[in-house]
């Protein structure tokens, strides 16, 4: 059982930057792909940033350009840096991995954008 653990949320000013991350208790370079998902509150989970094995990244519309995801094969972490946040960031986001073609999640980390 590959478990995830995610830090690193908080409350932060719009504009601000935070960065996320998730250690993983496997070798990440046995994935397939990992990923952060984001959930609002009485929205459905969505897909920020994903990084497959080979190096291909993905990122939604709504974060290009303002978030990077990041992996550290020596440290088994995935990162999630977020700069110029806004309010609509607000969720709780979740790390998550692929692996045998099973999902594995974290426990999710809460960011709040306000003033």
């Known amino acids: 059982q590959v478990q995830l653990v995610e830090s690193g949320g908080g409350l932060v000013q719009p504009g601000g930057s935070r960065r996320l991350s998730c250690v993983v208790s496997?070798?990440?370079?046995?994935?397939?792909?990992m990923a952060w998902y984001r959930q609002a509150p009485g929205k459905q989970r969505d897909l920020v940033a994903r990084?497959?094995?080979?190096?291909?990244?993905f990122y939604a519309d709504s974060v290009k350009g303002r978030f990077t995801i990041s992996r550290d094969n020596t440290k088994n972490t995935v990162d999630l840096r977020m700069n110029s946040l806004l309010p609509e960031d607000t969720a709780v986001y979740y790390c998550s991995v692929e692996k045998n073609g099973i999902d594995y999640w974290g426990q999710g980390t809460q960011v709040t954008v306000s003033a």
């Open positions: 990084v497959v094995n080979r190096g291909s990244m």
């Open positions: 496997e070798d990440i370079r046995t994935m397939y792909a």
